[in-house]
């Protein structure tokens, strides 16, 4: 299986290469490839768990277990190239032309040698599964380098080979968008998990987020609630969070994590369980003020979905879901209308699509989206939602408190 890419792609990866090579020389390279290279590098972090990481523990694994001498130093190389990829989301995506020689470079560079590398495991028989680490690979890197730059990714269709555990929780998380200092991810809890035990973050906030069919208790502090519709949920900075599924089958709990303080993925190394002590939780109403007037998710986007017209309704302000340390998470629910809809802004934004379909336009890109899809928006680069039918959607950023 060969990656293939996109003639947008094959440009402005050449002159990434081009640039390079001769000196670093950005006198080649204009606005439109700026915007381009910001958008394939947000497209390539949000494969830092997904591609990267789970491509690295994944050949970790067959390592651990033994592979043919010949092919080893392939699978150690590979592994190599895999931590460098990973360690890319520390970095800040430039907003000049150093995010096409520097930024979008190595992204291009690295992928092609661990591909190299695996290829030469593959052809050695490194191990009965290295071919299907290769093939994974390969699927959740496809969608953004044959793409145009825009990166959608629907939540009803998630790769394999693209979660972490994280540790102490077990609970497999998903990435779906991967900004600056914030993520929209959806964690999975098997039939058999009771549910996601209770923790905290010290320098990072949340928004739990709950669809239909949803059955069990969110607990947030010395309170919980019992839900059975969707929610969404603020959680602060060292607030004790978790959740009690009682519905008997696999439930997703997709949910929003961020910190200005944090880079990288904060959320899997600022996690501490709170471990098996008892606590006696008093049981208040879902949007109660000892449950950080949490909201009712599904009931807010129905009837936004009935209404007429573009509006605008924000369902969690910044300063309920941080602090002045590290920013507020902040969500807002929208409706187009019919007529294209502006969503340019200073701050890197996640959307949701809820209900609708249409386009979106990002600098010189547009693709087509409906509901489930999400995709990031850059900041201060130029946005347009056109919809087809009224587009309903969530939208996320952090935003500095005072």
């Not at 050695?124 to 730059?149: D, K, M, S």
């Not at 998630?158 to 991967?178: A, C, D, K």
């Not at 600056?180 to 098997?190: A, E, I, K, M, Q």
């Not at 599904?298 to 002045?324: F, S, V």
């Amino acid at each position: 299986m060969s990656l293939r890419v996109s003639s947008k792609y094959a440009e402005i990866s050449e002159k990434a290469r081009w640039g390079h090579t001769h000196g670093r020389s950005l006198l080649h390279l204009g606005p439109a490839d700026v915007e381009a290279g910001r958008l394939y590098s947000y497209g390539f972090r949000t494969q830092t768990i997904g591609a990267f990481h789970g491509a690295r523990t994944a050949l970790l694994g067959i390592l651990e277990s033994g592979v043919s001498k010949d092919a080893e130093s392939s699978v150690q190389q590979a592994i190599i190239l895999l931590s460098q990829l990973e360690a890319r989301a520390m970095d800040e995506v430039p907003t000049d032309a150093r995010v096409v020689i520097s930024t979008l470079y190595f992204y291009d560079l690295w992928i092609h040698e661990v591909l190299g590398a695996l290829d030469t495991a593959c052809a050695r028989r490194a191990h009965p599964t290295i071919e299907l680490i290769r093939q994974h690979f390969v699927e959740n890197i496809q969608p953004v380098v044959a793409g145009n730059g825009i990166y959608v990714t629907n939540d009803t269709d998630l790769p394999e080979q693209g979660s972490f555990t994280v540790p102490n929780l077990n609970i497999f998380i998903r990435p779906i968008v991967y900004g600056d200092y914030h993520s929209w991810n959806t964690g999975h809890l098997s039939p058999e998990q009771y549910g996601v035990a209770v923790h905290r973050h010290h320098l990072g906030a949340e928004i739990h987020l709950g669809f239909s069919h949803v059955k069990g208790e969110t607990i947030l502090g010395d309170a919980f609630a019992d839900v059975r519709e969707g929610y969404a949920m603020p959680i602060p900075p060292n607030t004790n969070h978790g959740f009690r599924n009682t519905s008997g089958e696999e439930h997703i709990v997709p949910f929003i994590f961020g910190s200005q303080r944090l880079g990288g993925w904060g959320v899997f190394f600022d996690v501490e369980p709170q471990g098996d002590v008892p606590v006696q939780r008093a049981e208040h109403a879902l949007d109660s003020a000892a449950m950080n007037h949490s909201v009712f998710l599904d009931r807010e986007i129905a009837k936004m979905a009935q209404g007429k017209g573009a509006e605008r309704t924000l369902l969690i302000p910044a300063e309920r879901a941080g602090n002045c340390e590290i920013g507020g998470l902040e969500l807002a629910l929208t409706r187009t209308g019919t007529a294209p809809m502006e969503l340019t802004g200073p701050d890197y934004r996640i959307v949701s699509v809820q209900h609708g379909a249409g386009k979106v336009r990002i600098g010189e890109s547009e693709v087509e989206v409906r509901a489930r899809d999400h995709f990031g928006i850059p900041a201060d680069m130029p946005c347009t939602l056109t919809p087809n039918t009224p587009i309903v959607f969530l939208d996320s950023r952090i935003l500095p408190l005072t």
